[in-house]
Each structure stands twice: as structure tokens, then as C-alpha cells.
């Protein structure tokens, strides 16, 4: 039988009208005899409330009674949602992470999943051994250590339960169900012509989750890539009786954005989508010596503070044998990040470092840049066009990524998304 | 090392400034080098909320979700406990109850603890094999079923968790924290001169406990019987630092009110305490005939509805060879008491039952009256100087138990502690 995840975020369940609606969407699926594994999120603002009560009582948590609070979140929504499948006549049980086991490493508040055991959720979704078949509603966001304890695995990782379960159990399909309708070429907010994708590859979904579109955790993606899980994102506020329920093909009659191979995909865009981030802030080193080991040190010692470095442009050497070293660090990483070069600093002369938060990062993404020339080219003409001046570039096989003054950002996008052809 | 179990209410843990006073009270005994088992209820109000919203989701409930919700509440509550005793360096960790584990029945909602494993508590209480000895803080209230569900033990099964906890781990004593510093002579909100006792005996409190003194849980009373667990009543609010820790004497400079056997109470009073409770309804059936068989029918039918009776009298034969039955029960159950008669009327001819809601059941308890004669005939004389008049009796071993016109409760409780000492 076809075998489906559905995975419902904090919103979908953020009150008791929405679990019940919920409950409907799981209903239409099940009525279509799909085999199905719903993964729950904390209800919205329990977390948060949860970390709050932590928080209060002690500054430096220890990270394993934090996971211990933390999990209730889930533990609660996943009965809720059983109890208001069970109202509608749909049989299901609720499933915490210490249950199933879902296996995960020690590192409490960020663990990663290391084994799912299957055999009992199976006996489950099949009805094996005279049993009746029954929805499993799975605790998102939480797992068991092998010391026993619970854990957590990072803010956002019902994704990646959902997919997880969904490649542990090879379900046809994983549903994300969350607060907009789908993949959007860029953000709506900002270029009204936007549209949502129907389909887009593992690929370009990960460097956009990367690269500032929040639609997806990237550690979600990543993990569909190397499973081949299919990702489903739709909105859950649509009318559940309204969606065609999962069929033998689960590629077919989907309201969403479906996530998938390549091949998956007949009609390729050179560009997909456009993002923009920022949260970027730009740091130039000035004047430092042009020599051997000097990129090293500067690069070392952020590493050492822990200062993740994204775009890294370095300039030809002056008259003087100096030369400019400039990078990009999140907003939140800047202090740390100047602070972390003051070693290098003194040693070299007349080096100093300058700052810029006023910066944005903009991203054209697409799959089929792998086989089409004279796409970055058109972005730079685009951005010339309108007197943007490009601070820094990064490239990746599929990604052209720009820093611009962030004055400029709306302005960029719109003219970008028209440029690419990506409205309707 | 002398080990003390320590247990906490909702209202001990209602705020965060709270859960910080409970870390002092244990921080106290633990500096005084006592072993810690302290077991955690959930914050005030919290459970309620949970109860609520599953109710709001479903009507009838899966007794087995329902038991995964609420479990939470203490889940939270002993993850802070834990956090807040490890800030003022006091080594911790909590334990939910499927991680120790306490086995349960599946009787979910109100399961009974069938063994609780202490091998690794032990290890962790006395610091073996190279471990740093730590608190042992045990979420209350939960268990674990043999299927692997997670199983609460009742309302106010808190204490019930304490007194298990002890009597496995054999503890010196347990104390339970609540909002009263004791047990009292009687309700002192209604009687001023009210005293706090310094010992009761396990009988004694068993018997105020189902008289209507809330302050332990009948359950848990019992437990200790059994087991001979040593309880201390004591309030939560006193100030930490001004009770005198544990020592190797159990029973002794306690500030609250300890439950223990008989002989550990040197002062033997003919009566302890006196409770009342107005949550009685008087049912009389009226004319039934006087044959064998039907007392044994009409209890026989209300034990079928689940119907709880307390006191029954039964009046001698009249001359037409009929007599009347009068019980008590709780008023919740009065409606189903006399809808569970009905099948017995009809085949009775003239029987007839009528009610009354307005009365109280007054108790006076005292180990001594097994050996003192003229206590129950003092409480008539007593009540009758004030024209009380008496309209069932019962009695037990060490308990009798009058039921009067509830406008007379007050008055009868003042006069009854008056005429027995109770007063300091």
C-alpha cells in the first residue's frame, strides 16, 4: 500500500481548531488507504515558553534536563493530534522519540539521529498479525540517547524527523505541512510576480534553505538528497477535503511544491529561485602581507572561535606587497569575528580591519546553470543596469551568489526575477 | 548515610521563585550529607491545563494519550528542580518514570505501582564506583506500563510516588512539602484553637485521610502502613535555613507533624483529631419489606452504578412488616444512586426513597479509644447539650462518625475539640 509521512509544524497545531483540522487532513489520507506516519511539532510558542521556564531558573543549562523540558512540547501535541484522530474515528497511537526508539547521538539540544527501529511502527501501518491498522503519530524533535536520556535535535528538526521516518519506513512521500503554499521562486513579500514552484530538485532546495528561503530546514534537505526521499511543502490552511489524497503515483495531483531528483522534473529552468539574506555582515582585512600563510592564520583563528566565514574574496597584491582579505560573517558573528582577529593583528604591521553591516546577500539558484553559459553574466548586466555595485561574488555549481549594499536589495530582486523570467 | 525522601506539591513548585526554595530545602539536607531521593509534582494549575485541553480535543478520552499528556506536567517540573539544584552546586539529575523504571499496572489514569527498579539509583545515591554520589530528583505521579505506555497514578498520586520511592529505596523518612505545616487537631478555618499534632499514628491519619482531611492522600497513608514508612507533614513556605536537617535520629526536631507506628508515640491522646465532611447526601429508602434479600439487593444495585456507600443504618420492622434503610453517599453520586434504585421499587409496592443534601458526617479518630471506654458516649452528650441531633452513627475501631444537619458542623466541631482537650 502506498506509505505516506505528513509532518505538521507548530502553526498547524498551534490551537485546538487546528489540530482537529489536522486530524482532517490525516482523515482524507487515511480514508485513501494510505500506510501513515504523522510527525507533530510543539504547539507554536510552547517551546519557546518551555526554554523561557529553563532559562529562569538557571542561566548555564545543563543540556540534558533542558531536552528533558523541552520534549514535553511534542509529547503533548502528538496526543493531542492521536486523541483528535481517534474522535473522527481514525485509529492511531501517539509515539515519543524513547518509544519508537528513534536513536540519536549524545549531543543533547543538537543530536543527531543514528537508528530508527522499524519493526514495531511496521506491524503498525500494515495491521500485521490480526491487528487493526493504525495511523502512528510520531513526537517530532526528540530522540533517545544511549545513555537513556532524552534528547533534542535542534530548533526546526521536525523536518527532520519527518524525513527521517520517511526514509527508515521508505514511505512514497514525505507531506510538509506549514504556514505558506509551497517553494516560491522568491520571496512574495518582496517581488509580488513570485510563484510557486511545482517542482524543484533536492539541489536547488538545499542551497536556497542555505541561502536564506526558511521554507525547509537545509539538514532536512540534506538528508532527503542521500535517502531520495520525496518532500511535499504545502500549506496546511488549505480545506483538507479539498486536496486530492496520495495515490499510486505520488508525483501526481500535488497542491504544493514537490521536492525531487532531477529526473523527477521535465520542464528545467535555468534559474529556479532567488534568495536573499541579511543577516550578513562584511569584514575587510586591510594591508595585511602578501605571503604564504597568512589566509591560514586569519581563517584558522576564526575557526578556532568558533566564526562560521561564508563568501571569502581576496584581492591581487598592492605595490607595497600587501593586500585586502574580505569575508562575510552572520550579523550575530561580527563582534566575535573582530575580536578573534586581534591576534593576527598585532603582529602584522599595518594591518586593520574594517566592517560593514549594512550589506545583503543575493542568490540566484538553478539546476540547469550546470548546462547553460552566460548566467551569471546576465545577473551582473541586470545588477549594472540599475548602478548596483557588486561587493563580493561566490559561485557554486548551481548558485551565483552577490553582496550588495542592502539599500538596494528589493530593487535587485525585482529586476533579477524579471530578468530570469521566473513570473508567471 | 541516613536517606530522606522528599517530596514537593503543585503549590511548592507553582513559580520559579518557588522551585529555588525547593532547591534550598534540599540543598539543606544534602550539605547535612543525607542521601536525596526528591520527587517533584507538577507546577500548580499545570495539570489542569493539560486535562483541558485534552478535553477540549476529545470528550472521550484514549486513557493512554490522556496519561502521556499529563505526564508532562512533571516532566517539566523536575527537569527545573534539577537545573535549579545544580546552580547552587547541589548534584542532580531528574528521572522520569519509564527512566527508573516504576512499573505499573495498565490501568491508565489511576494505574498501581507494581516495582520499581533501584539498583541504578542506589549506585547514584551512594556515589559508587567512582561516581560523584548526586540527588535523585523523580518526576511524581508517572509510571511505566508493561507494554511500554507511559501511565499516571491518579489525582494527588504525588505522595503516593513519595511513599513508594521510600519504602523501595528504604528510606529513613519522607517528607512530604505542602501549603499547611502539619496535620492538625481539626480544621483550623473552622476551629481557632486548632493544633498542630507533633505525632499521629498511621491509623489515625489513614482514618482522618477518608474523613475529609486533605492533607495525604488515603493511598499513600496506607502504602506507609504497610511498609513502615515514616512520614513527615511540613510546610514548603518555612524558611529553608531555620529547619534543622535530618540526622541519624529520624524522629527527631521535626517542625511539622510525623506519621509513624504507634510505639514511636510516647503521648497518647483517647482522641487526635476530629474532620468533617460535607460532601455527604442521606438516602432513605422508605417502606421496603422486611425479608431476607433486600438489603442485599438495594446495595447489590448501587454497587453495580459504581455507587460508593458510606454509612447505612437499617430502623427495626414496623407493624405492617416494612422498614426503612438509610445510607450515605457522596453527593456527586446521589442522582445515580436513586436512578440505580429505581428496578428495586418497582417490585417493592409501597417503597419510596427520599433524600437529603444538607448534611455533614462529623469524625472523631484516636488509637486511644481502642483501650478507653465512654469516648464515642461523650461526643452524643457533647452534641446533644447543644440539641445536635444525630441522625446515623458509625463507628469504627478507632473512628466514630455522626451525621447531622450541616447547618450544625461548625458548632459541632468547636464543641467536639473543646470537650475532648484538643486545644494546647
Same sequence: chains 1, 2.
Avoid at 513579500?189 to 525547509?216: C, D, F, H, N, P
Wanted: a negative charge.
Amino acid at each position: 500500500m502506498p506509505r505516506l509521512v505528513m509532518k505538521f509544524g507548530g502553526t498547524s497545531v498551534g490551537d485546538i481548531q487546528r489540530i482537529h483540522r489536522v486530524a482532517r487532513h490525516v482523515k482524507r489520507e487515511w480514508d485513501a488507504g494510505n500506510e501513515l506516519v504523522v510527525v507533530i511539532s510543539a504547539m507554536a510558542g510552547e517551546t519557546n515558553r518551555l526554554i523561557e521556564l529553563t532559562a529562569q531558573v538557571a542561566s548555564l543549562h545543563d543540556a540534558r534536563e533542558y531536552d528533558s523540558v523541552i520534549a514535553t512540547g511534542e509529547q503533548v501535541s502528538s496526543g493531542l493530534v492521536a486523541l483528535a484522530l481517534q474522535a473522527i474515528g481514525v485509529p492511531a497511537r501517539s509515539w515519543l522519540g524513547w518509544q519508537i526508539p528513534i536513536h540519536t547521538t549524545s549531543a543533547h539540544g543538537s543530536a543527531r539521529i543514528t537508528e530508527i527501529e522499524t519493526a514495531e511502527l511496521e506491524r503498525r501501518l500494515k495491521g500485521n498479525e490480526g491487528r487493526e491498522r493504525q495511523v502512528v503519530v510520531v513526537a517530532g524533535f526528540q530522540g533517545l540517547a544511549p545513555d537513556g536520556r532524552l534528547t533534542t535535535l535542534g530548533r526546526g528538526a521536525g523536518d527532520l524527523t519527518a524525513v527521517a521516518m520517511a526514509a527508515a519506513l521508505k514511505a512514497d512521500r514525505c507531506d510538509i505541512y506549514t504556514d505558506v503554499e509551497g517553494v516560491f521562486t522568491t520571496d512574495p513579500r518582496i517581488v509580488a510576480e513570485a510563484r510557486k514552484l511545482s517542482r524543484v530538485t533536492y539541489e536547488e532546495m538545499l542551497e536556497m534553505a542555505s541561502q536564506g528561503a526558511k521554507v525547509l530546514q537545509a539538514r532536512s534537505v540534506e538528508l532527503a538528497l542521500v535517502y531520495g526521499v520525496r518532500i511535499q511543502v504545502l500549506s496546511s490552511f488549505l480545506e483538507p477535503e479539498r486536496i486530492t489524497p496520495m495515490g499510486s503515483d505520488p508525483t501526481a495531483g500535488i497542491p504544493g511544491t514537490l521536492v525531487c531528483k532531477e529526473d523527477e522534473i521535465v520542464e528545467q529552468h535555468v534559474v529556479s529561485g532567488i534568495t536573499c539574506s541579511r543577516d550578513e555582515a562584511k569584514v575587510t582585512v586591510r594591508r595585511v602581507p602578501d605571503k604564504p600563510g597568512v589566509a591560514a592564520e586569519i581563517f584558522g583563528l576564526l575557526a578556532d572561535a568558533n566564526v562560521n566565514v561564508d563568501m571569502i574574496v581576496q584581492n591581487i597584491s598592492e605595490a607595497d606587497k600587501t593586500t585586502d582579505i574580505t569575508f562575510t560573517v552572520s550579523k550575530g558573528d561580527l563582534k566575535n569575528a573582530i575580536k578573534a582577529l586581534e591576534p593576527a593583528l598585532a603582529h602584522m604591521g599595518q594591518a586593520s580591519v574594517i566592517s560593514d553591516g549594512r550589506v545583503s546577500k543575493i542568490s540566484i539558484i538553478g539546476i540547469g546553470m550546470r548546462s547553460h553559459t552566460g548566467v551569471a553574466k546576465k545577473m551582473f548586466e541586470t545588477l549594472g543596469e540599475r548602478s548596483i555595485n557588486i561587493q563580493v561574488i561566490s559561485t557554486s555549481e548551481i548558485k551565483v551568489s552577490v553582496l550588495i549594499d542592502s539599500e538596494y536589495t528589493e530593487l535587485a530582486m525585482r529586476a533579477l526575477h524579471a530578468a530570469y523570467g521566473l513570473a508567471a
